[in-house]
């Protein structure tokens, strides 16, 4: 068990809804990432934040939208949802996201898309 | 941006063999590299990281070495058994990279018995 937490572990929805996944840090880590892997495929970093700041960003579709509250927690906001988004998605927590620190993984979130 | 290859993208060995799995990166100024093992289904788990001020780090059964020089760093698994099968990652990150990690594509490795 890594501290980060993720809810929930299943989600089934139709396109064109919107999703709202929940993750949960490290105690003590205050930056978060969220990640997407596809089927087979690696794992695509979406965005990070630090502290309730956005840090960085990768290759998340402007349909996606996140934010860290400031008791730290982070939702990622799916919406016009598409079969191709059909994915597990994690969080990850780091201590001080410098990008030179220690990344944890939660359990991450199945979303099927039908 | 970084770079990151991994090779092979599968790789079968005998129970007790070594497992090899090398990873190469583009960024000179990357200077952490964490390798990741991910069963199926299962969260992405922190096996074994190296900074860049060390050449070589071992854990038991599991080291990582790292060559600056060539930009390249690998995985080594001895006396392999049957539960190291999973997928392994490679990453590279550095405070100019905006702070992410840039994974490999994973290498798939399967320990018969």
């Known amino acids: 068990d890594s501290g980060v937490t993720q809810t929930p572990k299943h989600l089934i929805t139709a396109t064109g809804q919107r999703v709202t996944l929940r993750c949960s840090p490290r105690s003590g880590d205050l930056s978060v990432y969220w990640y997407q892997q596809s089927l087979d495929q690696g794992l695509q970093f979406l965005i990070q934040?630090?502290?309730?700041?956005?840090?960085a960003k990768g290759n998340i579709l402007e349909r996606f939208s996140a934010q860290q509250f400031p008791d730290l927690h982070s939702e990622l906001n799916l919406s016009s949802l598409e079969l191709g988004d059909s994915a597990l998605y994690f969080c990850?927590?780091?201590?001080?996201?410098?990008?030179?620190?220690?990344?944890?993984f939660g359990p991450g979130t199945r979303l099927t898309v039908l | 941006g970084e770079n990151v290859e991994q090779h092979p993208s599968t790789l079968s060995v005998q129970e007790g063999d070594s497992a090899v799995i090398k990873c190469t990166y583009s960024d000179s100024a990357s200077n952490y590299f964490p390798w990741y093992k991910q069963e199926l289904g299962k969260r992405p788990q922190l096996i074994i990281d190296?900074?860049?001020?060390?050449g070589e780090k071992k854990d038991q059964r599991i080291a990582v070495t790292l060559n600056k020089t060539a930009k390249h760093f690998s995985l080594h698994i001895t006396e392999t058994q049957p539960e190291d099968s999973a997928v392994y990652f490679c990453?590279?990150?550095?405070?100019?990279?905006?702070?992410?990690?840039?994974f490999g594509t994973g290498t798939s490795l399967t320990v018969i018995p």
């Open positions: 190296i900074r860049s001020n060390v």
């Open positions: 990453a590279a990150s550095n405070r100019n990279t905006g702070n992410q990690f840039y």
């Open positions: 934040y630090y502290n309730g700041e956005e840090r």
């Open positions: 990850a927590s780091s201590v001080a996201g410098d990008g030179t620190d220690t990344q944890y």
